[in-house]
């Protein structure tokens, strides 16, 4: 380089920033005429909305979403929601739904880029005609109990946050589509400059493929970079899935696109080659070399280290994408191989200029940069998927506070003096896809942060085979017995259908909450009870009933509690004559008081409610006028009053009951009524659908509390 003369110095400057700028207007230009042209084009971006409804991800999203709309207009309809589930996914991804969102989409992207339209309309007025079709097959009468029309989809004011955005984004876009090409164009002759310029032609050859090819190695990598950061941003997992499948549809042609520029590059920068260049074995020792060659300086040791240690820990926690990412290596390799090879072959055909003598020591440095470029960029990706995935749940701090379960006065309180908002089989969830039958709309954890503090739930044990759980009825004795009178006929007979339909050898025996039959919807016992736990520690001074309407061994529910640690939080004390005060039970750390209608057998905290701890009333009302406080199990001298409250219309439990019966007038007047006539304060408020109406009101009400503000409750 020193003696090289003046004006070969300043020629190889502005050849170096000529590859610099047409490399950079090359990428700019990709991404302008791909983007433009998926983005822009209202008829593309509809394809690509269509086609993307065969992803499992976005046809489960929009399935569920539409079930959602369903039964937000028919409520009833809850309980067949894993059918309805099942059959809209179907519907959802069959080709004359995909026909009927295109004219939908089309019109709701002409929303987006106008300044003028109010709100973005996602309607699919046709769609209740294919569900209805798919539904004929259910029974139950569910195609006939389908709303007559189903709400949008999609509806967003035009005030919402992301509207100016995605209008600017959208307009930034289709004005510098049309510069794409003519980009391209430009790239192209400003790269062919430089290496004219140059004065070592070939080295400035090698630089431009070299080039060329990182940008499109960039390119591809886009498409996995863009997934890890459209999945982080969005909390719920649901629609986290769906973005990332939404961008695979629009982006995915990307990872081609780049493919095949990067190979193009590839082959230019073999010709700056000699034929005989790259020869399998070297080519592999170099790669095992580089990476196992200590270095130097002390930066770029720890580099190679930091990359080998987060390659593995991928390679230990994610094997099948690190296998991906083997294959797709050597898919690299074979392809370079090939390319060199048809260099060689090509080679008496070539310029003198571009054959003979080897390449200059200075090519090997763009080489370097390009490969270290395109190691640094999916290592980064990497990186981000490895720490998105071992990311931790948000943690949220424990509350402090002088009172117990939200209220100071009920500290000094006896326990049975205290009335508990109870939830009714609180095990089964609308929101649980596969569970038919749900008397809940939500899970545990939200009833907790809704205030609910009673929990009637039922035991079982099962088998898992495949999808299922195979109840085991020889578990307990009274099982079979029991069931058939709790579940009513029909759920009978649609548990022993879908049982002898499971076939294959039964998985290992557990513990399940289930009603009737873990068939018909099971939730693993616990990773249950850990819920119970994490919601104690951040509330340490909240105090539970969970309440077992036992059909598993009482060994079975003592190890369930050890296991999930919720042992560390039983209230271990008598229950009566001498009743604990709130204020006791939170001071001895025994918050949870675990009763069992049938048998507990030797666990001293596992009490026997039905034999002589607690009353209650009947709970097989068919209508409001029903109601009564009569005695039913248990025996007079239960100093725990169980209120059954909610019309039983086994098997489908309704909501639309729940919006009458839950309301807190409803409840306080019943309670008070009962309360005359049994001479018991009730302990347990045992409603279904726990999020309608408001019973943790009317719990507060009977315990003499003033009314809460409304409050959001917390998603999990």
Known sequence: MADQPRGHTWKSRIAGLLAGAGLTVLTISLLMMYVGRVLVR????????????????????????????????????????????????????????RALVRPAVRQAHRAVTSSTTENILLALPDARVLIHEALKNVGAGAADRLPPRLQPVLQSPSGAPWRGAARVGVGIAGALRPFGRLGLVAAILVLAAAVVLSPHKRSALLTAGV??????????????????????????????????????????????AGIVVALVGATVALIAQPGDSVDPAALRDRIWTFVTQRRQNPWAEAGRLLGLGIAGLAAFIAPSAAATVMVVVAGAALL??????????????????????????????????????VALLALGVGAAALLLRLRPPQA??????????????????????????????????????????????????????????AFLLDPYRGNVMGDRVRTDFDAVAHANRK??????????????RVRERLTGEPGASAGYFCHGFCELGAIPMVPTLRTFVEFL??????????????YAPPADVAAAF??????????????????????????????????????????????????????ETPYTFHTPQEFN???????????LFLINHWIETTPTPRPSNAEIVNQRDVLVRRARQCQRERRMLPTMLAVDFAGIGDVVGAARELNGLPPLAPVVPQSR
């Open 537 to 550: 520690v951040l509330h340490p001074t909240e105090v539970i009933i969970i309440s077992f309407e036992d």
């Open 336 to 373: 370079l191989l090939s390319l060199a090879e048809v260099r060689r072959l090509v080679q008496p055909y070539l310029p003198t200029a571009m054959r003979g003598a080897a390449v200059e020591t200075r090519v090997a440095t763009p080489v370097l940069v390009g490969v270290r470029v």
């Open 562 to 615: 050890e296991e999930s640690g919720l042992i560390d939080f039983v209230y271990r004390g008598p229950l009566g004559p001498t009743w604990p005060t709130l204020g006791e039970m939170i001071a001895s750390g025994g918050r949870v008081v675990v009763l069992g209608d049938t048998d507990v057998g030797d666990v001293p905290w596992y009490h026997h409610s039905m034999g002589g701890l607690v009353t």
């Open 483 to 496: 069931v058939a009178e709790v579940i009513g006929n029909a759920a009978w007979q649609a548990g022993m």
């Open 42 to 97: 209202e008829d593309t971006f509809a394809d690509r909305v269509s086609a993307s409804l065969q992803d499992p991800r976005v046809g489960e999203f929009v399935a569920l979403k539409i079930t959602d709309a369903v039964i937000a207009q028919q409520p009833d309809l809850t309980a067949l929601r894993p059918i309805l589930v099942v059959v809209t996914r179907g519907v959802v991804t069959s080709k004359p739904f």
């Open 211 to 256: 080039g060329i090819a990182t940008v499109g190695a960039v390119l591809a990598l886009t498409v996995p970079a863009g997934r890890v950061l459209v999945s982080s941003v969005i909390a719920d997992p649901a629609a986290s899935d769906a973005a990332a499948g939404l961008w695979d549809a629009f982006f995915g042609p990307l990872r081609v």
């Open 396 to 453: 949220v701090a424990a509350t402090g506070s002088d009172a117990c379960n939200g209220a100071v006065e009920l500290c000094a309180r006896p326990f049975n003096r205290v009335v508990f908002p109870t939830a009714h089989n609180a095990m089964g969830a609308a929101t649980n896809p596969t569970w038919l039958f749900p008397n809940q709309d939500v899970d545990i954890r939200p009833l907790l942060d809704r205030g609910v503090r």
């Open 629 to 639: 406080c009569r005695p039913n199990r248990g025996t007079l001298t239960g100093e």
